[in-house]
């Protein structure tokens, strides 16, 4: 049955691809994003669409998201403030946007009883290791190294959603996106698989950051809308945390020589030092591979698209 449905972030990366999708399947979509890190032209292919209502504003406005909220069935809440990048530069923006806004949105929900799908972050496993499934121990930097800021901020996001569950009986699902690339991602906030792309494309050097050695999994963004959408129309999943992440591992200096060989390239392949890329206050996690188990019991999804495809589609994309 069509829903009235309200997608915060939704002129994100992967905030366009579900609004797209949902509008696809004849839902109506209410959109709140600030384009901080989204952008009206990822909209461009349905922004005359009629059952599409946009409103440029900060989830942070709360009569705002209080009447959005009083016209929808329910609530896809993506807006976050993202990239690595991004949180090293801007903390205090970062950790505003990410626990103000949530506690706002979840509070709107609650009060007009509409269910809400929330977004997490594979961040928040910080240093753990690999084959995380959702139980896993988490496990967390000083708090010298800003970037687990983030990770701490989406956490108190999860803590806060399930209390809103047990406590006040709120339909609430949480996912966990790992590293998700795909059409519409910038390179502007550091996010590493376009940069590599455009970099060999370019010719120009490759930059590995660190040792090179810790390891990533990509998932394409498609495989993540779908992983949205089935737990969306899954009541089993009410209450419950989904990790949704590609398995297929690869080490970021693999990874460059990989993007280098499959394009053709001449880019030589160089390593910066973390505190050069990032600045001071930085540590990176050696691994981050996700058990997708959960999910694919649950509604037997996993990934379909391999890392050689992404590569292709992504320089494809940009050539
Ligand atoms: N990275 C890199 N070169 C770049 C951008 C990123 O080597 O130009 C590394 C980064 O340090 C990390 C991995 O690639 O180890 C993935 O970075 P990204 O920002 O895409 O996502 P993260 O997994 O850190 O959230």
Not at 108 to 127: D, F, R
Not at 195 to 213: M, N, S
Not at 246 to 268: M, P
Request: with cysteine; glycine share 10%.
């Amino acid at each position: 049955m069509p829903e009235r449905i309200l997608v915060t972030g939704g002129a994100g990366f992967i905030g366009s691809h579900l609004v797209e999708s949902l509008l696809a399947d004849g839902h109506a979509v209410h959109v709140v994003d600030d384009l901080s890190t989204g952008d009206l032209d990822n909209l461009a292919a349905v922004r005359d669409h009629p059952d599409l209502h946009l409103v440029v504003d900060t989830v942070l406005n709360h009569p705002m998201m209080d009447r959005e909220v009083g016209h929808v069935d329910r609530v896809v809440h993506l807006a976050a403030a993202v990239g690595v990048k991004k949180i090293m530069q801007e903390p205090v923006g970062t950790i505003t946007t990410n626990v103000r806004g949530t506690e706002i949105v979840l509070d709107i929900c609650h009060q007009h009883g509409v269910p809400l799908y929330i977004a997490s972050t594979s961040e928040i496993y910080g240093k753990a290791g690999d084959r995380l499934h959702e139980d896993h121990d988490r496990v967390m930097g000083s708090v010298r190294h800003r970037r687990w800021a983030y990770a701490c901020t989406k956490v108190l996001d999860e803590f806060l959603a399930l209390a809103y569950h047990q406590e006040k009986g709120l339909p609430v699902i949480l996912g966990r996106f790992f590293n998700t690339v795909g059409p519409r991602q910038s390179p502007e906030w550091g996010m590493v698989v376009p940069t590599f792309v455009r970099q060999a494309l370019r010719g120009e050097p490759i930059t590995v950051y660190g040792p090179g050695t810790q390891r990533r999994c990509f998932c394409h963004v498609s495989d993540a809308v779908r992983a949205v959408r089935g737990l969306l129309d899954h009541p089993g999943a009410i209450g419950e945390v989904y990790n949704i992440g590609s398995e297929e591992e690869v080490s970021i200096r693999e990874l460059a020589e990989r993007i280098r060989d499959q394009l053709g390239s001449s880019s030589e392949i160089v390593h910066i030092a973390y505190e050069e890329a990032y600045g001071d206050g930085f540590e990176d996690m050696e691994r981050r591979q996700p058990s997708t188990a959960k999910i694919h019991d649950a509604i037997g999804w996993s990934a379909s698209k391999n890392l050689d495809s992404i590569i292709a589609e992504t320089a494809a994309r940009m050539a």
